[in-house]
């Protein structure tokens, strides 16, 4: 089933994108998320199956690690675990400074976002949500500026393109969220290996980006046919194509 959304006017200043007041009828996949629209990227067929066919996929052991050290940062910035956990030995300074601040009310832990098709927020699991962007830790440092963090538990080199995509999305995000806001700083921090990525972002800087963000979501969201992208460097990646009855037909061994 689709769902039908009117967008009657233009979420940002630079009208890239002509829409108008059409109707945009939503595909199987109504919406999207950072993670989500990299998987379609990589493989729409991959999408299929988790999120038309919604089987389950399994990111593997890392990805368990992962989930944990997160939910204990969490705790640990909220007040509600004393010790900060071991994974995060290499950034002690920068987590106590995050749980003083969330003592003052200026950190917010684990967010969830939701956007509607034009950019207005909306509750997570709204019916009309359209984008969802989910934060580790947002620091309002002032009433005009932020510094949005994420927590990475994977290594950084060969991911600084990724990761850097990832936080222009988060910041367009909290521009939009949040209208007083002129500066973001978006941060990666790796816990495993004591690195930052950092990228300062102004409101009109980060909008210059939004066009082609939203034109890549609406390819997503709109999309009725998902081919398969085979590749020996996708199919390592996608649990889908393993096992004893694998889940994709058009996985390369």
């Not at 944990?68 to 290499?90: M, N, R, S």
């Not at 995000?173 to 921090?189: G, H, M, N, P, V």
Request: charged share 30%; net charge negative.
């Amino acid at each position: 089933m689709t769902t039908k959304l009117v967008q009657d006017k233009r979420p940002d200043l630079i009208n890239v994108i002509e829409v108008g007041s059409d109707n945009i009828e939503l595909g199987l996949i109504p919406a999207w998320s950072h993670s989500s629209l990299k998987v379609f990227e990589t493989c729409a067929y991959r999408s299929y199956i988790s999120k038309v066919k919604r089987i389950p996929e399994d990111y593997g052991p890392a990805a368990e690690r992962g989930s944990l050290i997160h939910d204990e940062c969490e705790k640990y910035v909220k007040g509600e675990l004393e010790q900060l956990p071991d994974a995060c030995g290499k950034f002690v300074k920068q987590f106590k400074k995050l749980k003083e601040e969330f003592a003052k009310a200026k950190v917010e832990t684990e967010g969830e976002w939701g956007f509607t098709i034009d950019w207005e927020p909306c509750a997570w699991l709204a019916p009309e949500v359209w984008a969802r962007v989910k934060l580790d830790a947002l620091h309002h440092e002032s009433e005009s500026s932020a510094r949005v963090i994420d927590y990475k538990t994977g290594k950084k080199i060969g991911n600084e393109i990724s990761h850097s995509q990832q936080g222009l999305t988060y910041a367009i995000a909290t521009f939009f969220r949040y209208k007083d806001l002129e500066s973001i700083q978006t941060e990666f921090w790796y816990l495993d290996h004591g690195e930052t990525l950092t990228q300062v972002y102004t409101r009109d800087e980060a909008m210059m980006f939004m066009p082609k963000l939203q034109e890549r979501a609406l390819t997503m969201t709109t999309a009725t046919k998902f081919p398969p992208n085979p590749s020996t460097y996708n199919c390592k990646r996608c649990s889908f194509g393993k096992g004893e009855y694998p889940m994709c037909e058009w996985v390369l061994k």
